[in-house]
């Protein structure tokens, strides 16, 4: 197009155009026809002036590429021949409108009427002066709603329901204690196993699931949901499985389909009862688990890395707190850490076990050797007075699977080629109520440390009484 000769008698000197593409319009000939740029749509006409800015629009200019357009009579300083005199940040357009890397001029917009599209400028908003007087602005407190009877109710039959399981579970002679708390995230049971019990892990826990299904089946209103799917009722878990709980308002009007499979396909359009309650209740078992591979060398091995990596853990606590941490050996089938405390002193409690929390897992982030197993997920699971955690030994980071270590469980279970923990041991945590001077003075201490909060009106009318008596 450059080498055409009308446009070369037009505009004298060959232009050099520098990375970017410029249409020219030429002189048409007689009966060829302006061929539209694609970009455009069909309903806007050619050669219609209100277009021009469209179709300037149109046109995709990288930022990456320069835009100088100089004729070879022209230098580098001084501005396009095109241009003339007019200033370079000029609108370009006969509207009125800034063009690419322009000022950008008042802003318009196409309008469809009658006589076809024309230009138009937005209405302009007048300022509104603000009053001084304006009263300041005050949100809304809602009203707390009380629990009604219902709810009550509701919550009242899920602590039965699993409280009769809990005493299930204590009657059987292959369980040494069922402990239950009840936390934010809703029920935990704690099982652990007689020491004297061959029973496996699969079995105590299939012994936990019974004693679900039973206590539900003398609940007149609790139901294990999803009771006939056992892979829906009971997901399994690090160390467990969790199940959830749902209360049945009315037995003619509930959605049997939800409490049995544990959803509905209908959802929110189901013209039944769904549960007016949900609580889950997570089931963990803790018992020490050794592989079949695991000879009595690496066993020996593993309790030795557990054992430094608690210790490392009761340094921590001991320098952070104050307090004389106590860690004990229960033969092989776990430890205990135990932080004394005062009865009076219960504001401490979830401080303590704040420590203790990122005790753990800075721990675990520091070895190489031991990780807390399901640090991605919830690690840390409520007992009374404390929390238990299931630690794992790591032989190769490479060939460590780390969605055991990650999540506490294993997808491909026994089809997974990467490596498990050889050896599993639970820690329980637990703050013991004490008596002593000693214990006592320390706590004192602490709590007096914790509370340096001092309210400025009264340290200042203080200061003031203390300048007057003075005086």
């Known amino acids: 197009m450059l080498q055409h000769p009308e446009f070369l008698q037009a505009t004298g000197p060959t232009p050099i155009v520098r990375n970017t593409f410029i249409n020219y319009d030429t002189k048409q000939q007689h009966g060829s026809a302006k061929r539209r740029n694609k970009s455009l749509p069909p309903l806007f006409r050619l050669g219609d002036e209100r277009n021009e800015l469209l179709e300037i629009s149109c046109v995709i200019v990288d ?44 802003v318009t917009y196409l309008s469809s009427g009658p006589q076809g599209y024309t230009w138009m400028q937005p209405p302009q908003i007048a300022p509104v002066a603000l009053s001084s007087k304006a009263s300041a602005y005050e949100p809304k407190q809602q009203p707390i709603q009380p629990l009604s009877q219902n709810d009550v109710d509701s919550h009242a039959g899920v602590a039965e329901m699993v409280e009769a399981a809990k005493q299930i579970l204590q009657r059987s002679p292959e369980i040494a204690t069922a402990d239950l708390t009840q936390s934010l995230d809703g029920w935990s049971l704690v099982v652990t196993p007689a020491k004297n019990s061959n029973a496996g892990g699969t079995h105590v826990l299939a012994l936990a699931k019974r004693a679900l299904f039973e206590a539900a089946e003398k609940s007149k209103s609790v139901y294990v949901l999803g009771y006939n799917s056992p892979a829906v009722a009971f997901a399994t878990k690090a160390q467990g499985f969790e199940s959830r709980l749902g209360v049945m308002a009315s037995p003619h009007r509930a959605c049997w389909r939800s409490f049995k499979q ?78 004394p405390i005062l009865d009076e002193h219960s504001n401490l409690r979830e401080h303590l076990l704040a420590l203790a929390r990122s005790a753990f897992t800075e721990a675990s982030r520091k070895s190489k050797n031991v990780f807390l197993m399901g640090f991605g997920a919830k690690p840390f699971i409520p007992k009374p007075n404390g929390f238990v955690a299931m630690l794992g030994e790591m032989a190769d980071s490479n060939w460590a699977c780390w969605d055991v270590y990650k999540e506490g469980v294993c997808a491909r279970e026994g089809a997974c080629r990467w490596q498990h923990p050889q050896c599993l041991m639970p820690v329980s945590l637990v703050l013991k109520p004490v008596e002593s001077p000693k214990v006592n003075a320390m706590v004192d201490s602490i709590a007096a440390q914790m509370d340096p909060v001092v309210d400025p009106f009264v340290a200042e009318v203080d200061s003031v009484q203390e300048a007057s008596q003075e005086q």
């Not at 501005?79 to 001029?105: F, K, L, V």
């Not at 929110?268 to 089931?283: D, G, N, Q, S």
């Open 262 to 339: 544990g959803s509905c396909h209908h959802g929110a359009t189901c013209c039944k009862e769904h549960p007016i309650l949900e609580v889950p209740v997570r089931v963990f078992l803790e018992a020490a688990q050794f592989q079949l591979t695991a000879n009595e060398q690496v066993v020996k091995h593993c309790n030795q890395e557990f054992a430094s990596f608690l210790m490392m853990i009761i340094s921590w606590l001991t320098n952070t707190s104050g307090l004389p941490v106590s860690l004990f050996d229960l033969g092989g089938e776990g430890w205990s850490i135990e932080i």
């Open 63 to 106: 930022s990456d590429d320069s835009t100088d357009v100089r004729t070879e009579a022209g230098s580098d300083d001084t501005p396009s021949s095109d241009m003339g005199n007019h200033s370079s940040y000029a609108p370009s357009s006969s509207h009125g409108h800034a063009g690419p890397c322009e000022p950008c001029a008042p």
